[in-house]
């Protein structure tokens, strides 16, 4: 996927209270946010097809999510809520 759209994704964890963030890299030098969480919340995540997969932990609660990584250039990425069952890598369809 990643060099489909031209990009190299990164993963940052800084030191608290700054949140973790996943990132799009752009080959012409431009940066995009993919996902970001606030202080006191992490997540997991994995790209499968044109989605990345998101996990969020806050406490002892969690939250699945799908980010179309599609998105056109000049838009944000907005994060879709989907069940925990459509989460699972064995039932995602491309």
């Known amino acids: 996927m990643a060099e ?7 993963y940052y964890d800084p030191p608290m209270p700054n949140a ?4 799009a890299f752009y080959n012409d ?8 969480v606030p202080p006191f919340h992490s997540f997991d995540a ?3 097809g044109n ?3 998101i ?3 806050h ?8 980010i179309n990584l599609e ?16 989460y699972n890598i064995r039932t995602i369809q491309k």
């Not at 489909?4 to 990164?10: I, Q, Y």
């Not at 973790?20 to 990132?23: P, W």
């Not at 030098?29 to 970001?36: E, H, R, S, T």
């Open 55 to 57: 996990t969020e932990y």
């Open 20 to 23: 973790e963030t996943l990132a």
């Open 59 to 66: 406490n002892n609660t969690k939250q699945f999510l799908r």
């Open 71 to 86: 998105t056109t250039r000049d838009e944000y990425f907005i994060p879709e809520v989907i069940t925990e069952k459509n």
């Open 4 to 10: 489909k759209l031209g990009c190299t994704f990164r």
């Open 46 to 48: 994995f790209i499968y």
């Open 29 to 36: 030098g431009d940066v995009k946010i993919i996902y970001d």
């Open 51 to 53: 989605y990345v997969y």
